[in-house]
T-cell receptor, first 114, second 114 residues
Framework: KNEVEQSPQNLTAQEGEFITINCSYSVGISALHWLQQHPGGGIVSLFMLSSGKKKHGRLIATINIQEKHSSLHITASHPRDSAVYICAPSARGQSGGGADGLTFGKGTHLIIQP | DTAVSQTPKYLVTQMGNDKSIKCEQNLGHDTMYWYKQDSKKFLKIMFSYNNKELIINETVPNRFSPKSPDKAHLNLHINSLELGDSAVYFC?????????????FGEGSRLTVL
């Protein structure tokens, strides 16, 4: 079973700060997803990555397959970045989770204050 | 156009009733999913379905059944509703299955069982 740990669980920061959210998992994976859920409830896929680094605007996601660790960074954070960020690794051969191989972290609740 | 749409967005019903939630995607994806998000905001896969295969998460009661009239639709039927079924249900789709394709989520359907 894939154990997924996200840290921190809660994070409050000031506008403009550099934000890092971490995700560790326990089994070999084929891909890792970062999702964003705003207070209104909708879920948006931010990244799917299987190696290295991806960048989209002010968001950067990195993954280290050997260390079984991924990070999500937000540069120049803004109040509109306030949301829950969820890490979801997909285990190889669906050995780690459910019907889609995904195991979801418990999420990081981020609040960016003006 | 909404890529993945669910109806209804809100559903309030009595214990013991049978209800359905509909999901449609216009992305041409091969795989669709149903996820349950409980009161603690934890996401869990319920079903994964493509043209060839339905994969059911073993923890899902058989009161829940997915119905797919075609590739673009995956509806969720729930029989004999229980209080513990109250949750937000998310439909999603991806081009590739097994958690290796980018996920596109619907807006969620909030089910309240009284």
């Amino acid at each position: 079973k894939n154990e997924v740990e996200q840290s921190p669980q809660n994070l409050t920061a000031q506008e403009g700060e550099f934000i890092t959210i971490n995700c560790s998992y326990s089994v070999g994976i084929s891909a890792l997803h970062w999702l964003q859920q705003h207070p209104g409830g909708g879920i948006v896929s931010l990244f799917m990555l299987s190696s290295g680094k991806k960048k989209h605007g002010r968001l950067i996601a990195t993954i280290n397959i050997q260390e079984k660790h991924s990070s999500l960074h937000i540069t120049a954070s803004h109040p509109r970045d306030s949301a829950v960020y969820i890490c979801a690794p997909s285990a190889r051969g669906q050995s780690g989770g459910g019907a889609d191989g995904l195991t979801f972290g418990k999420g990081t609740h981020l609040i960016i204050q003006p | 156009d909404t890529a993945v749409s669910q109806t209804p967005k809100y559903l309030v019903t009595q214990m013991g009733n049978d209800k359905s939630i509909k999901c449609e995607q216009n992305l041409g994806h091969d795989t669709m999913y149903w996820y349950k998000q409980d009161s603690k905001k934890f996401l869990k896969i319920m079903f994964s379905y493509n043209n060839k295969e339905l994969i059911i998460n073993e923890t899902v009661p058989n009161r829940f059944s997915p119905k797919s009239p075609d590739k673009a639709h995956l509806n969720l039927h729930i029989n004999s509703l229980e209080l513990g079924d109250s949750a937000v249900y998310f439909c999603a789709s991806s081009q590739a299955g097994g958690g290796t394709g980018e996920l596109f989520f619907g807006e969620g359907s909030r089910l309240t069982v009284l």
